[in-house]
């Protein structure tokens, strides 16, 4: 949880994965979007890779990539479960 938590703590990775909500893409359409160099692109979709928080696959020459939806309901779950020990806790100070 600490890698995706880190993930999205960088403004250029939420705005990646902000493009990705509404279609898959490949690095040089998500590049195009930026106002930063390949590399950094290719750094930023390597760390959000590795929190699982998007998906690759190839297509040709191209790299493809697409948000993976299941680990944001589990980081939704994760809120959830939160808060109810928070009610939890509450109910127990009345």
């Keep these: 949880m600490n890698s995706v938590f880190k993930a999205l703590s960088d403004?250029?990775?939420?705005?990646?994965?902000?493009?990705?909500?509404n279609k898959d893409m490949?690095?040089?359409?998500?590049?195009a979007s930026f106002n930063i160099s390949n590399a950094s692109i290719s750094h930023h979709l390597s760390i959000l890779k590795q929190a699982e928080l998007v998906s690759s696959e190839r297509e040709g020459q191209s790299?493809?990539?697409?948000?993976?939806?299941?680990?944001?309901?589990?980081?939704?779950?994760?809120?959830?479960?939160?808060?109810?020990r928070?009610?939890?806790n509450e109910n127990k100070n009345k």
């Design 86 to 88: 928070g009610d939890k």
């Design 63 to 84: 790299i493809i990539y697409s948000l993976n939806t299941t680990i944001f309901q589990e980081i939704v779950e994760w809120f959830f479960e939160l808060s109810q």
């Design 11 to 21: 403004p250029t990775r939420r705005e990646i994965l902000k493009l990705l909500r």
């Design 26 to 31: 490949s690095a040089g359409e998500i590049s």
